[in-house]
């Protein structure tokens, strides 16, 4: 088999990576999603795959190729994307998650189209259960890998993730005001348990590159 033959860093490594927006539905016409193109994310599971790893994609809907050599599972809702993501982590060392994964959905779907009224209306939302917390807990043993998309207060929220979700690394960036979001490129803030390491804007291909060596090197330093 193929993998048999891969070199590198990560070879005989298995990783999964979530990518892109999830679709939270409201009726069978609208629905709930986040500004992700997915890029980032399909760039950080090719750049695994790069370094040898066998890589499982668990992707969200995005307008983008599968990068080569990578399986790819699609899925839709946050409900979906767990359901995946906890089937592929069984068979994994590394899971990297960059998807932006709706935090809210409605608590009911309608079957019919709502129609419109001359009033205003709200929509009932329930929470989703967060994908990199449920893995955690189902795999501890995992190298497990977040971002985190802030406006502000990088280093503060991103810290508070890497602890809040038990995580080996996480990846930062600033969002919003015409950064990161449906560009080609972006500057990530990596921090870890006792260190961090800035990455210079560069396209999302070469930061995926860089990242991917950190995550190489901080998963040998882990686990040998
Ligand atoms: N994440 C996840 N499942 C969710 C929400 C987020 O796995 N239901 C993951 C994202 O893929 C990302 C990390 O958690 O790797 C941080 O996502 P982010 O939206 O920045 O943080 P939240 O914990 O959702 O907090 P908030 O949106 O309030 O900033
Ligand atoms: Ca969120």
């Known amino acids: 088999v193929a993998h048999m033959f891969e070199q590198g860093p990560l070879a005989g490594v298995r990783a999964v990576v979530t990518a892109g927006p999830t679709r939270e539905p409201i009726d069978p016409v609208r629905v709930i ?35 080569p050599g990578v399986q790819r599972v699609d899925i839709e809702t946050a409900q979906d994307m767990l359901q995946a993501s906890l089937t592929a982590a069984a068979q994994s060392d590394i899971f990297v998650g960059t998807a932006a994964v709706a935090d809210y959905r409605p608590a009911q779907a309608e079957m019919q189209k709502i129609k419109k009224k ?34 502000e207060k990088l280093a503060e929220h991103a810290q508070g993730k890497l602890q809040n979700k038990k995580l080996d690394l996480i990846a930062a960036n600033l969002v919003g005001n015409g950064r990161a979001f449906d560009r080609e490129d972006n500057a990530l803030h ?5 260190g961090d390491q800035e ?26």
Do not use: C, H
């Not at 939302?125 to 998309?149: C, I, N, Q, S």
């Not at 990596?190 to 006792?194: C, D, K, N, V």
């Open 33 to 67: 999603t986040n500004r992700s193109s997915g890029k980032q994310g399909y760039a950080v599971a090719q750049a695994l795959s790069a370094l040898g790893a066998s890589v499982t994609l668990v992707s969200g809907p995005t307008a983008l190729a599968t990068p």
């Open 118 to 151: 001359d009033a205003e209306m709200s929509l009932p939302l329930e929470r989703t259960t967060d994908v990199l917390k449920a893995v955690r807990e189902k795999y501890p043993v995992l190298f497990m890998v977040g971002f985190a998309a802030e406006t």
């Open 190 to 194: 990596l921090f870890w348990p006792g």
């Open 199 to 224: 990455l210079a804007p560069a396209s999302k291909t070469a930061l995926a590159r860089e990242l991917a060596q950190v995550i190489a090197s901080r998963y040998r330093s882990k686990v040998g």
